[in-house]
Every structure is written in structure tokens, then in C-alpha cells.
């Protein structure tokens, strides 16, 4: 790696994290898991916060697909902490989103959807997309596993909207629900935008200043 060769922590930290998103998201999650764990001590070792605060978020959500669940509490919460004391509000949405994504495996549906309302609150504030979505996705699957059709259709089908306008690839995952449990018309003729690169992760941190 240039970055270590060069001695570059930062560059290391930030490339690992990355390392760590791309293996999440082929389903590789000890070696995500170990990427992000990585990272994260050298964004610690370095006071990164914000770089810390994004592998947080992204070891939680390897964390959820490994059954670690109180692991994933544990990082979604450091995250959400730290992206609150730093006012980073797109970093409180996903982190957020994550923590409604956990209760709603954990069936505290409630949590699930106050997690969720806050995030969407968050992203519709910022005007970002994605997040939105997610959150909307988030209340409608709470919806369902509570037992209210009607509600979970209505937020999928606002989900399934944006992800379709964004070419997200949860566009599938939302059309498969709908026709699973049998909510609504999915629109099939409707041809989801190009992608624009949005995908489900958190946005990289911002560069830290250099002291004067």
C-alpha cells in the first residue's frame, strides 16, 4: 500500500476504511470487520473523529450481518455520539438509520421507527436522497413486522421512488418486499434513473484542517 510505504497514517486509516466498505458489501465480513477495526485505531491514534465516527458506523453495520448485535449498538451509538459533537447531521441520519435497522432485527419495533422518524426528519432537512430513502425503507419494514400493511406500503412505495430516481441498488430489495407480501404494484414499467454512485454507505469524512 503507497500510504503505508510513504508512512502516511491518515492516507492508511481513510484507504482501509474504504478497504473495509468494498468487502462489506461482497458479503466478506471477517475481513471487513478486521479492515474497519483497523481503521479504527489508527483514526483513534491519530484523534480523527471524524474518520473514527464513519468506521464506527461501518463496523455496525457489519456487526448487524454477523449477528453481533450488541456490538453494532455499541458502534452506531459511539458513531452517533461523535457525529453529534462535531455537528456532522448527514453522519446522524446514517448513523441513525443504522440504529432503527438493528432494532427493527431485535423486534423493538418502537425504537425502530423513533430511530427511523429522526433520521428521515435529518435527511429531508439536508435534502439527501439516499438517506431518505433509507429511512423510509426502515419505517416500512417496521410497519410490516408490527402488523400494519397499509403504512408499510405507503412508506416502501416513497422508498422505492427515490432509489428508483438515484439507480440505488436497494431498488430490487424494495420491489422484491412489495411483491412478497403482496402491498402493492411495484410500477415495473417505470426504469429506475442512472446511478449517480450513491450507494449505501457513509459519506467520507472531510480532510481535518491543518493547525495554523
Known sequence: MLCRGLGNLE???????CLGIVQQETG?????AASQQQALTLFSDLGYQAGLAGALNCLGVVQQETGDYPGAAASHEQALALFREFGDRLGQAEAL????????????????????????????DLRAPL????????????????????????????????YQRIGAPATQRVQETLQNHKLASTNPKSQPAAPNNETHQPHPPAAPQEAG
Open 131 to 162: 438517506e431518505e430513502a433509507r429511512a423510509l425503507e426502515g419505517l416500512g419494514q417496521a410497519h410490516l413486522r408490527d402488523g400494519n400493511p397499509g403504512h408499510a406500503a405507503a412508506h416502501l412505495q416513497q422508498a422505492l421512488t427515490i
Open 11 to 17: 492516507g492508511q486509516a481513510e484507504a482501509l476504511n
Open 28 to 32: 466478506d465480513y471477517p475481513a471487513a
Open 97 to 124: 438509520n443504522g440504529l432503527g435497522e438493528l432494532s427493527s432485527r431485535t423486534s423493538a419495533i418502537g425504537q425502530a421507527r423513533e430511530y427511523h422518524a429522526q433520521a428521515l426528519a435529518i435527511a429531508r
